[in-house]
């Protein structure tokens, strides 16, 4: 399985960063290929709101930035993680802006690779109850309207046992079947 990792946190060695880095482990241990992209390095910018990508006979943002980068994967990809450190209750407005930019390529929903079917969501934060905004964002825009498969929401917080919470983490992106139905 391809999985496919947006890092929506600014800070290199950040919690959001080391709960990332505890999927991938885990998900090679297991076989799969893990792509990590930190999309605070990528200076992508946010949707235009100019339609041209549905407009007839065109498929593509306008917009050459970073984004092209995770577009370019997103053929190859089973399945999509968000990681991101929780800012005013939502994502971080990095991740923010490459989430709004999937409407390119995934908006219609009929646009969206056959082979990206499921989705994971690792949440960090200061203090534990502040993910509702993030989550409502994922189950909607990504497992509902999409139709893609949670495979599991992780959070942590500055109250919470990190080492078991990243032992955990690693041993979940490891039981990832190597042969997840993907057709």
């Known amino acids: 399985m391809h999985i496919l990792i947006l890092n929506g946190s600014p800070r290199p060695e950040g919690l959001t960063k080391r709960m990332a880095e505890a999927f991938r482990a885990g998900a090679e241990a297991a076989g799969h290929a893990v792509t990590v ?7 992508i910018r946010g949707c ?5 990508c549905h407009a007839p006979g065109r498929s593509a943002c306008v917009q050459r930035d970073g984004m092209d980068e995770i577009y370019r994967r997103l053929p190859e990809t089973d ?6 450190p929780i800012y005013y209750h939502g994502f ?9 930019r999937l409407y390119a390529a995934l908006y219609p929903k009929e646009r969206k690779p056959r082979r990206l079917r499921f989705a994971a969501l690792l949440l960090a934060s200061g203090a534990e109850g502040v993910y509702d905004g993030a989550k409502y964002s ?6 509902s309207y999409l139709g893609l ?5 992780f959070t942590a917080s500055e109250e919470t046992d990190l080492p078991a919470r990243l032992h955990e983490i690693r ?7 190597e042969t997840e139905d993907t057709k």
């Open 37 to 43: 992209i930190d999309v605070c390095r990528l200076g």
């Open 48 to 52: 235009q709101a100019c339609e041209a």
């Open 79 to 84: 399945m999509l993680v968000l990681a991101s």
């Open 92 to 100: 971080s407005g990095q991740l923010k802006c490459a989430i709004d």
């Open 138 to 143: 994922y189950a909607e825009d990504l497992l």
């Open 149 to 153: 498969a949670d495979k599991g929401v």
């Open 171 to 177: 041993l979940f992106a490891a039981s990832l079947a």
